[in-house]
């Protein structure tokens, strides 16, 4: 596979098969050093098959794919030293401490006893769990595993985190944590790549995002560009007489060529907007006509509208296409896997 000093990952035409059925089918994938990038997409919609393809952690049935150059089939002990993974599940051992489970997965990744104890009290105070560092981990919140997990997957520092649904059954202060956790990753060096079946963490997190389903990618970019493919922004005026209801419409259809969606009852004006500049023409335009506006907002289509517009549903749906083993927690370590024999 051709390098590119630019690129943490590169996968071209990847295919993962389970009996008749392509679980992954023909997925090409450019993530950038130093980026977040998203894999958004319903429970089976191919997310976690896919990362566990660059992980090493399943064959590569067609296609190639590259981590920092080193080809993932070919190359499966130097990946795996560049990667560190964290599992839809936390992996740690329920009946060991927080300091133990991190000490043992340290030496299971070839850290030298002192080096690991060093490097493990560093990560419990980096993620907030230096308290309940003797605490079992049957003791933990859903939260506090979380966080535990990811630290294990960094005791080497590796430079790229696969996180795959990193917030899954977490509370919504938890998640927010957590996406801060994400943030100050990036902010040292790492680069992430994020798969999620949310469509606000994807919005809050993911420089570029790609949109998956039933296997197969179908759409890439930022935020703002797969919101602008799909549908034009919206103005949202909330007038203080109703009366003023038919001006506006009229001002709307001189300057912007749109019918206006009126709601008599709440006084409120919603706008089509060819291009978001359009507003202050028509804001202008109600001033000088002496329209008083309570509030005004303009929308962009949500991603809940573009994953719908590209997929026919919403990202609840969920389709019977992942290998049945997905959801299993996998770590970045360069250690023996069965799954990996055929590759070495």
């Given at each position: 596979?051709?390098?590119?000093?630019?690129?943490?990952?590169r996968?071209?035409a990847?295919?993962?098969?389970?009996?008749?059925?392509?679980a992954?089918?023909?997925?090409?994938?450019e993530?950038?050093?130093?980026?977040?990038?998203?894999?958004?997409?319903?429970?089976?919609?191919?997310?976690t098959?896919?990362?566990?393809?660059?992980?090493?952690?399943?064959?590569?049935?067609?296609?190639?794919?590259?981590?920092?150059?080193?080809?993932?089939r070919?190359?499966?002990?130097?990946?795996?030293?560049?990667?560190?993974?964290?599992?839809?599940?936390?992996?740690?051992?329920e009946?060991?401490?927080?300091?133990?489970?991190?000490?043992l997965?340290?030496?299971?990744?070839?850290?030298?006893?002192?080096e690991?104890?060093t490097?493990?009290?560093?990560?419990?105070?980096?993620?907030?769990?230096?308290?309940?560092?003797?605490?079992?981990?049957?003791?933990?919140?859903?939260?506090?595993?979380?966080?535990?997990?990811?630290?294990?997957?960094?005791?080497?520092?590796?430079?790229?985190?696969?996180?795959?649904e990193?917030?899954?059954?977490?509370?919504?202060?938890?998640?927010g944590?957590?996406?801060?956790?994400?943030?100050?990753?990036?902010?040292?060096?790492?680069?992430?790549?994020?798969?999620?079946?949310?469509l606000?963490?994807?919005?809050?997190?993911?420089?570029?995002?790609?949109?998956?389903?039933?296997?197969?990618?179908?759409?890439?970019?930022?935020?703002?560009e797969?919101?602008?493919?799909?549908?034009?922004?919206?103005?949202?005026?909330?007038l203080a007489?109703?009366?003023?209801?038919?001006?506006?419409?009229?001002?709307?259809?001189?300057?912007?060529?749109?019918?206006?969606?009126?709601?008599?009852?709440?006084?409120?004006?919603?706008?089509?907007?060819?291009?978001?500049?359009?507003?202050?023409?028509?804001?202008?335009?109600?001033?000088?006509?002496?329209?008083?506006?309570?509030?005004?907002?303009?929308?962009?289509?949500?991603?809940?509208?573009?994953?719908?517009?590209?997929?026919g549903?919403?990202?609840h749906?969920t389709?019977?296409?992942?290998?049945?083993q997905?959801?299993?927690?996998n770590r970045?370590?360069?250690?023996p896997?069965?799954?990996?024999?055929?590759?070495r």
């Open positions: 596979m051709t390098t590119h000093p630019g690129l943490a990952v996968a071209s990847l295919v993962k098969k389970f009996g008749d059925h392509r992954v089918d023909g997925i090409d994938l993530v950038h050093r130093g980026e977040v990038f998203g894999v958004l997409g319903p429970n089976g919609a191919g997310k098959t896919m990362l566990r393809m660059l992980a090493t952690l399943l064959h590569i049935d067609e296609g190639r794919a590259g981590i920092f150059g080193h080809d993932v070919t190359e499966p002990h130097a990946v795996r030293r560049l990667l560190g993974v964290t599992g839809q599940y936390a992996s740690v051992d009946n060991l401490t927080a300091t133990e489970n991190l000490w997965f340290a030496r299971l990744q070839g850290l030298g006893r002192t690991a104890r490097r493990g009290a560093e990560l419990l105070e980096q993620f907030d769990l230096t308290e309940a560092a003797s605490k079992p981990i049957s003791a933990f919140s859903g939260g506090m595993r979380r966080r535990l997990d990811l630290a294990a997957s960094l005791l080497t520092r590796p430079p790229l985190i696969f996180l795959d990193p917030t899954t059954g977490l509370d919504p202060r938890t998640r944590q957590m996406w801060d956790t994400i943030r100050d990753l990036v902010r040292t060096g790492c680069t992430v790549l994020l798969t999620t079946q949310y606000d963490e994807a919005d809050q997190l993911a420089d570029r995002i790609a949109v998956i389903d039933r296997g197969r990618k179908v759409a890439e970019g930022t935020a703002d797969l919101k602008s493919s799909v549908g034009q922004s919206t103005l949202q005026l909330q007489d109703a009366a003023d209801l038919p001006v506006v419409a009229d001002e709307a259809r001189r300057l912007v060529r749109e019918e206006a969606v009126l709601t008599p009852e709440a006084r409120r004006v919603n706008v089509p907007l060819t291009r978001t500049d359009q507003a202050v023409d028509v804001l202008v335009a109600l001033r000088d006509r002496g329209i008083a506006i309570e509030s005004v907002t303009v929308q962009k289509p949500s991603l809940d509208e573009v994953f719908l517009a590209l997929t549903h919403d990202t749906d389709h019977d296409t992942e290998d049945p997905d959801g299993a927690a970045g370590a360069d250690l896997d069965p799954q990996m024999e055929d590759a």
